[in-house]
Antibody
Framework: EVKLVESGGGLVQPGGSLRLSCAAS????????MHWVRQVPGKGPVWVSR????????IYADSVKGRFTVSRDNAKNTLYLQMNSLRAEDTAVYYC???????????WGQGTLVTVSS | EIVLTQSPGTLSLSPGERATLSCRASQSVRSSYLAWYQQRPGQAPRLLIYSTSTRPTGIPDRFSGSGSETGTDFTLTISRLEPEDFAVYYC?????????FGQGTKLDIK
């Protein structure tokens, strides 16, 4: 069974930093591209970043470029999102998501809430 | 950036009825890289349809997807609504970065 479990969310002040983790199980993690997607409750999801299985070919949404860094440790089956210079508009539930063989997002984690507020 | 516009915003129907949800793209979605997701309250999105019309294993056949030849108009059809189908539905294009989602259609019980 594919399982994605995010952690690391919480309350942080504007300008602060946070690192999210996503523990993967039930599949060969290194073979799959992964996304981070965020969602403000009541709104549609918004794509944040994508990373290939070997850790290469990383891309970001313009809204987070230069502030967020995605990485992965295939030995630990874990995906990360380092978030710096956080803003109020970064407040959302953050999901990690797996890219399927047809390039679609086929599995999502349960999400972790990030709140940026003073 | 490809903007996806979903309609209607809210659709009120009864169990057993047919639901038709639309998603229009601001430019052609190449290779039919369009997916549909269902999201129930407090849950993560669940994949229903990918590549415009392909159902993953385990998705009931009452869910079907189609698209126009222009690659800009897409439809999700639920042939006979079950109580568990009342949720929010999102379309998503993954043909080019930035990958985008529609704003959602809420399907609620009439």
């Amino acid at each position: 069974e594919v399982k994605l479990v995010e952690s690391g969310g919480g309350l942080v002040q504007p300008g602060g930093s946070l690192r999210l983790s996503c523990a993967a199980s039930g599949f060969t993690f290194s073979r799959y591209w992964m996304h981070w997607v965020r969602q403000v409750p009541g709104k549609g999801p918004v794509w944040v970043s994508r990373i290939q299985g070997d850790g290469g070919n990383i891309i970001y949404a313009d809204s987070v470029k230069g502030r967020f860094t995605v990485s992965r440790d295939n030995a630990k089956n874990t995906l990360y999102l380092q978030m710096n210079s956080l803003r109020a508009e970064d407040t959302a539930v953050y999901y990690c998501a797996r890219v399927g063989v047809g390039f679609e997002i086929d599995y999502w984690g349960q999400g972790t809430l990030v709140t940026v507020s003073s | 950036e490809i903007v996806l516009t979903q309609s209607p915003g809210t659709l009120s129907l009864s169990p057993g009825e047919r639901a038709t949800l639309s998603c229009r793209a601001s430019q052609s979605v190449r290779s039919s890289y369009l997916a549909w997701y269902q999201q129930r309250p407090g849950q993560a999105p669940r994949l229903l349809i990918y590549s415009t019309s392909t159902r993953p294993t385990g998705i009931p056949d009452r869910f079907s997807g189609s698209g126009s030849e222009t690659g800009t108009d897409f439809t999700l059809t639920i042939s006979r609504l079950e109580p568990e189908d009342f949720a929010v539905y999102y379309c998503h294009q993954y043909t080019s970065s930035p990958y985008t989602f529609g704003q959602g259609t809420k399907l609620d019980i009439k």
